[in-house]
Structure formats: C-alpha cells, structure tokens
C-alpha cells in the first residue's frame, strides 16, 4: 500500500499539466454550479427585504370610477388585512424646450410604497415635490427649480390641484418603478415618461384613484414564496368579494350626483330665462308708469291751486274763534278756586276717619293673628293626641310581643332539655358500640394469630409429607377457610367503624347545635328583660303625656273665650266707621259733580283751544306743504325726465344683454342634454383587484431570477461533462502508458 502510495504521488508529479487541467476543469464547474444555484434565492431574498423596508403593497384595488372612503373602511374590515391606505395620481403634461413627457403625480404615502430618497429632502408642504430621476433626465431641471404642469385636457388643472407649480426639493426611486418602464397613460403619447411625488393637500378630488393593501404575516414571508402568494391570494379573493357592492354603492352615488348637477344647471338656465323676462317686463312696468306720472303731476298742479284759496278761508275762522276763547276761561277760573276750598275741608274729615280706620285694622290683625295662633295651638292639640294614642297602642303591642317571647323561650328550653337527654343516651350507646368493637378487633387478631401458625405449621408439613400429602391439603383448605373468615370479619368490623365514626360525628353536631341554641336563648331571656324595662318607662312617659296635654287643652279653651271677647268690641267699632264712610261717600259725590263740571269746562276750553292751535298750526303746515309741493312738483318733473333718459338706457342695456345671453343659454341647454345622455349612458364600474405579479418591475425580476436557477440546472452540466471527458481521456492515456504496471498488481492480486 505504501508503495502504491508513491507510485500515485509519482505520477501526479511526472504529469503536473494534465492533472492540474483536469483539477481546474472540475473546480470551475462545481463553482460556476454553485454560484448560478446561490444567485435566484440571493436575488430574492434582497428583494423581499427592499420591499419590506419600503412597505410594498401586497394588493392594489383600482376602479374605473375612482374608490371612496367607505371602500377604504371595508377594506380595513376584511380578515388578513393589516394595513389600507388610499392613493391619488393624476396624469399631466410637462413642457420645457420644446420636449413635452407625461408626467404621473402621485400622493406621497407615509404607510405603504414609501418612496427612497436619493439625492434632497422629502416635501414639507404643498408648494414643494419630489421627483423621478428620469424627470431631471429628459427635462434638464435641477434640484430647486420650480416646475409648472398643464393638464393635458379640455379641463382645467385647477379642477384636480390645489396649485399648478411646484419646486423641486430632490429625487427619489419608488418600489414599483425599478425598471426603466413607468407604466402607460391617457394623455400624450400613451406612455408615461416620469413620476412627481406630491403632498396629499395638493390633490382636490374626493376620492381615491387606487388604495394600497397589506396583508398579515407577509413581511415574515418570502415574497417569490408560494406561501405568501397563497395568502395574498386569499386576501385578494376576500376583496373581490367587496366588489359588486362597492360599484354599485360607487355608481348610485355618482347617478345621484350627475342628477343634481343637471338639476342645478336647469335651475340655472331657468333663472337666466326667467331673469331676461323680468328685465324685459320690468321695462315694459317702466313706461307705463312714466305715463302715469305725467298724469299724476297735471293732477297735483290742479290741487295746488285749490288748497291755496282753502287757505284763505280758514285764517278767517281762526281770528273769531280766539275772543270767544278768552271769556270763557275767566269763569272757569273763579270755580276752580271755590272747589279747591271744599276739597281742602273734606280731606281734613277724610284723615280722622282713615286713623281710625287703621288703627281698627291694626288691632284686627292682632286679632287674627291670636286666631291663627290658637287654630295652630288645636291642630297640635290633635297630633299630641294622635301621636299619644299611637303610643299606648305601640306600648301595648310590645307588651303582646314580649309575652309571646316568653312564651317561646320556654318552649325552646324545654326543647334544649330534651335535646341534652338524647345526646347523653346517644353517649352512652356508643361507648358500648366502642367497646363491642374493641372486642371484635382483639378476636380477629386473635384468629388471625392461629392461621399464621397453621401456615407455619403446614409449611413444617409440607417439608416432611411432601405437598401432595392428605394432610397438607387438607390443612391447606382449613388455612383458606380462616383467611376468608378473616377478610370477612375485618370488613365488617371496618364498616361496623365507619358507622361509628358517623354516629360520632352526627353526635358532635348536635353538641354543637345545643350550644349554639344556649347562647340564642341566654340572648333572647336580655332582650325580654330590656323589652320588660323599656315597656315600663314607656308607660310613665304616656302618663306623663297625658297630665301635660289636658293642662295645654285648659289654656287653649281660655284663649278661645278672650278671642271671642275681643272679636265683639271689633264689630261694634267697624259698625260706627261704616256709618262714617257713607257720609263722606256723599260728600265725595258732591265733590265729584263739581269737578265733573270744571273738568267739561277746561275740557270745552282746552278743546277750543287746540282747535285754535290745530286750526294755527294746519294753516302753517297748509302753507309749507304747498310750498313743498311746489318744490315737490318741480323735482317730480326733473325726476320723470331723469327717468325717462333711464328708461332709454334700459332698454338699450336689455337688448344688449339679451344678444349675448340667448346664445349662452342654448349653449347650456345642449350641455344639459348632453349631461343626461351621458348620465343614462353610464354603466356600473369595475374594481380590479392587482397582486405584485401585475407589477412589472417586481414580476420581471422575479422572472430574471427564474431564468438564472434554470441557467443554473443546465449550463454547469457542460462543465461537468467537458471535465468527465478530458478525465476519460486522461485515464485511458494513463492505462495504455501503464499498462505493464497494471498486469503487475493485477498478477501480485
């Protein structure tokens, strides 16, 4: 063996080339081999943790009709669901140098998709965004530029942003844009060149253009598993399920909103014609009433000319009224001096009689206050009885209760009597059940004693007859007989014990029950006692009632008789003050007459009076009205011209807006049809529900793995084979050469 060793280690030396030729052959194909092999769980397993940090959605939801915020919270119920958030994108058209891209503005998400900032800073308000590198590539902005989007379409931007510039704060990368491609568009050239991150404040609309969905578990997941797709394809499955509701929820709402819409712009148009109308009549309104006015103005001159002549005649009247006036105030005078005379002698009179008047009143007061007082003094007469009468019948209730207590405590000792009677016959009768069965164990130990002997006895036996012995048998038999009269006795003396043991036991209870029962009749005997102490002070407070009530009935019956005394002298004094009240009852219709006449007379005078002075008064209000009428007339006339030149201007204002509106209005009345058409035509929308395979950056990866694991399973094949065949022929070239050496330790076995 040793030999064979060197001649092995010879061989390599003296062929240094090929062997190591065929060493290199072999150590690149099991390197390439394992280096392909390695590549696709490498490359999968970087992805799935760049996707990890970036929250990657694992399903996209988007529908033809946008998705709203109840879509949002039923996503968020679905089960498997971890994480939902809603996006908005908008696609818009970028001009600079004559090259225009279609740019996707997309809201920044702080949960899923989380952009990776390559070079700046993320946006910190609305005027600010974060764009693609490929952005910068083909417009040749820089980081700081401010940047103006337009909307590609008939409809103004402002309807989708809040602002239509923005400045550049840096460039990013997002997690389903890692290849070159970014997706198509509707506007431009149908593909998208770019993405613009936005603040989600930018964005107008009020619904989302896709929502983003995590599932559960997924992050723990590998994402090119089949695991994680059977899981994602639960969820997805899950979320379709939400789909015919959620488009019919989404079609009603925007079926009613197209509804108002086209019945508000009906409205619109409604008011436009109905406000041309009004215009229009409000005009025609306008000339009657300038012919009107020139009717009314020939009336007023005409009326000028007869209250200036009216004027005339009342100055006349007013100048022989005022003598007549003056006359009949001096008579007036002297009367009112004369009444002011007996008035003053009657209030004199009318004081005494309101004194005593008062003073009565006073003393009836006091009067009715005693009443009071003693009605009072009745009422609590009658509780005192009440509450005294109640007591003598607690009293003499308690007195019941406390001899039927007694009653049951004696029953209840003689109860407990014959109770301890029992316990100690009890006693007694188990003291002679321990004993018998003390006894009972000294026998059974006793029997027991003579089978170990007999077993002694026919082992000796057995040792001298031999086992198949008469005897021994015989022996035997007795033996077994006596154990099992002993296993019988000991059972019943065992259950004769646990009998005992009970009847022990059931004893102590009612030791127990005895004492307790003691103890409840020593407290019931306190009670009685107590109840028998308090009964009896009860009684002497009752007595004690009853002497203080029949003193306090004497004082009120006293009180009664000193009321009834004093309510006669009251009579007689308001019997005098009411003779008294009917003769200044006369007086005072006397007086009353006379002022009743001096009050017609100042009445007659102040009449006449302010007849003079409304007369005075009209005549210079007559005379500044006319004047005022005169100016009145005057600016009436400037007025009416003034307002026929408006009237003019008016007119030609109305044919002027009339031109222009008409044309608008038929304009909206065909928009309004179109609307309806569009409305009836409109069909229920669809939600596609997407996993990461329908992104084409994650799933071309995943495929290139795929192609490098099968490169991987053929290619270093060839390795193999090439080296197997440089090695088959190295050794067929080794045997020919070697072939004398061969026979030789094939001869030497």
């Known amino acids: 063996m040793k030999a064979f060793r060197k001649d092995f280690i010879r061989e390599i030396t003296k062929n240094k080339g090929r062997f190591i030729s065929v060493f290199f052959i072999v150590l690149l194909g099991a390197a390439f081999f394992s280096g392909i092999r390695a590549t696709r769980g490498d490359m999968e397993l970087s992805a799935d943790t760049y996707y990890d940090e970036v929250n990657l959605m694992d399903v996209r939801v988007i529908s033809t009709m946008g998705l709203t915020g109840e879509d949002l919270e039923d996503l968020k119920k679905v089960d498997g669901v971890e994480t939902v958030s809603g996006g908005k994108t908008l696609e818009v058209l970028y001009d600079r140098n004559e090259t225009e891209q279609v740019v996707k503005l997309i809201a920044l998400d702080e949960e899923i998709n989380l952009p990776t900032v390559l070079e700046g800073r993320v946006p910190e308000n609305e005027k600010e965004c974060l764009v693609d590198v490929k952005f910068l590539e083909n417009s040749g902005c820089e980081i700081g530029d401010e940047i103006v989007f337009t909307s590609g379409t008939e409809d103004p931007l402002s309807d989708s942003l809040t602002r239509e510039s923005f400045t550049i704060t840096g460039t990013a990368t997002l997690p389903y844009y890692m290849d070159l491609s970014r997706g198509t568009g509707s506007i431009g050239d149908g593909g998208i060149d770019s993405f613009v991150l936005l603040m989600p404040e930018v964005f107008t609309a009020d619904y989302y253009t896709e929502i983003y969905v995590q599932a559960k578990g997924t992050r723990e997941m590998d994402s090119y598993g089949s695991e994680y797709q059977e899981t994602v394809d639960q969820v997805c499955s899950k979320v379709e399920a939400l789909a015919d509701e959620a488009c019919q929820r989404r079609y009603d709402d925007l079926y009613e909103e197209g509804q108002t819409e086209l019945e508000d712009a009906k ?426 395979t329908k992104i084409s950056s994650t799933k071309n990866f995943g495929d290139d793995a795929g192609r490098i694991s099968s490169i991987g399973k053929l290619f270093p094949l060839i390795f193999f084979l090439v080296a197997a065949l440089v090695s088959l022929t190295t050794m067929t070239r080794m045997i020919e050469e070697q072939r004398q050496q061969i026979g030789t330790l094939k001869a030497l076995g």
């Open 267 to 692: 409205k619109e148009v409604a008011d436009g014609e109905q406000e041309l109308a009004d215009a229009r009549a409000e005009l025609t309104d306008g000339d009657e009433k300038i012919l009107e006015a020139k009717d009314t103005i020939a009336e007023k001159e005409q009326e000028l000319q007869s209250a200036e002549t009216l004027l005339s005649e009342k100055e006349a009247l007013v100048l022989s009224g005022q003598s007549e006036l003056d006359a009949k105030s001096e008579e007036l005078q002297k009367g009112r001096e004369e009444l002011l005379t007996k008035e003053q002698d009657f209030a004199d009179a009318k004081a005494q009689l309101n004194d005593q008047v008062a003073d009565l009143k006073e003393k009836e007061q006091l009067l009715s206050e005693k009443e009071a007082e003693l009605d009072k003094g009745k009422e609590l007469l009658a509780e005192k009885q009440e509450e005294f009468q109640k007591g003598r019948e607690e009293l003499q209730a308690k007195e019941e209760e406390l001899i039927a207590g007694k009653e049951e405590l004696e029953a209840k000792k003689a109860e407990l009597e014959s109770a301890e009677e029992q316990i100690l016959s009890g006693e007694a009768q188990l003291l002679d059940a321990r004993s018998q069965l003390e006894e009972g164990k000294a026998e059974l130990e006793s029997k027991r004693e003579e089978v170990q002997a007999a077993k002694e006895k026919m082992e000796q036996l057995k040792e001298v007859l031999g086992e198949d012995s008469s005897i021994v048998k015989q022996l035997e038999e007795q033996i077994l007989s006596g154990e099992a009269q002993l296993l019988e006795a000991e059972q019943e003396l065992s259950a004769r014990e646990e009998e005992l043991l009970c009847a022990e036991q059931e004893l102590e209870s009612k030791k127990q029950q005895i004492t307790a029962a003691k103890e409840e009749l020593a407290a019931a005997e306190e009670q009685i006692a107590e109840g028998e102490a308090a009964l009896e002070q009860g009684r002497k407070e009752l007595e004690n009632g009853q002497s203080q009530l029949d003193a306090y009935q004497q004082e009120l019956l006293a009180g009664e008789q000193q009321i009834l005394s004093a309510r006669e002298q009251m009579e007689d004094g308001w019997q005098q003050i009411h003779t008294y009240q009917a003769q200044f009852q006369e007086g005072e219709q006397q007086i009353a007459a006379a002022k009743k006449q001096l009050l017609e007379g100042e009445q007659q005078i102040s009449e006449a009076k302010q007849q003079l002075l409304d007369g005075q008064s009209q005549i210079a209000l007559a005379k500044e009205e006319l004047e005022e009428g005169r100016v009145s007339l005057n600016d009436a006339k400037e007025e009416l011209a003034q307002k026929e030149q408006e009237l003019k201007d008016g007119w030609k204002e109305y044919e002027e807006a009339s031109a222009k509106a008409l044309p608008k209005l038929a304009d909206a009345k065909e928009e309004i049809a179109d609307g309806e058409a569009e409305l009836e035509a409109m069909e229920v929308p669809t939600w596609y529900v997407w996993d990461r």
